[in-house]
């Protein structure tokens, strides 16, 4: 007989894209969320950001939309994301969020926020080449470039 465990933590993929028209520039982020068949897209832009800032906003957006501790899995083709939360944020928190140089870490607000949010889950994080045939990577930056569009007309 099998028993439900009401303890057991679901397991979530979460699939990644930021991109900006001009860096800065106007900014969006795709994210694709699957649990077993069931998928949920989110998006959204920004008209004043950077590449770094929608990579960072994608993955932290991904994380606010699980209503429980999971199992996650984020896959995403941003090193500057896989190396700042397996890595760098170490180093970072240890020096009072100063960098290797001694200076303020860029983006902080945002991996502040990250930090947060994945202290919740247990995370695995997974870089992949981007634009090298990953479907769900080739829609995510489909879904932040079709943001940036929208983006760009709401302020012409």
């Known amino acids: 007989m099998k028993v439900s465990r009401p303890d057991r933590m679901p397991y979530i993929e979460i699939f ?6 001009g860096n800065p520039g106007v900014g969006g982020y795709g994210v694709v969320l699957r649990s077993d068949r069931k998928e949920k897209e989110l998006s959204g832009c920004n008209p004043m950001t950077t590449n770094n800032r ?3 906003t994608a993955v932290i957006k991904a994380l ?24 760098w944020i170490f180093r970072w928190v240890g020096n009072n969020w100063k960098n290797a140089q001694k200076k303020e ?45 929208k983006c760009k007309r709401k302020t012409d």
């Open 64 to 87: 606010e939309a699980l209503k429980r501790p999971c199992r996650v899995k984020v896959v995403t083709d941003s090193n500057y994301v896989v190396l700042g939360m397996t890595s």
């Open 54 to 56: 929608m990579e960072l």
């Open 105 to 149: 870490v860029i983006n902080r607000d945002l991996w502040e926020k990250l930090l947060n949010l994945s202290s919740l889950h247990e995370i695995e994080w997974k870089w992949i080449k981007g634009h090298d045939g990953y479907p769900e990577n080739e829609r995510c930056d489909k879904i932040a470039r079709t943001e940036i569009k």
């Open 16 to 21: 990644t894209d930021g991109a900006c028209s």
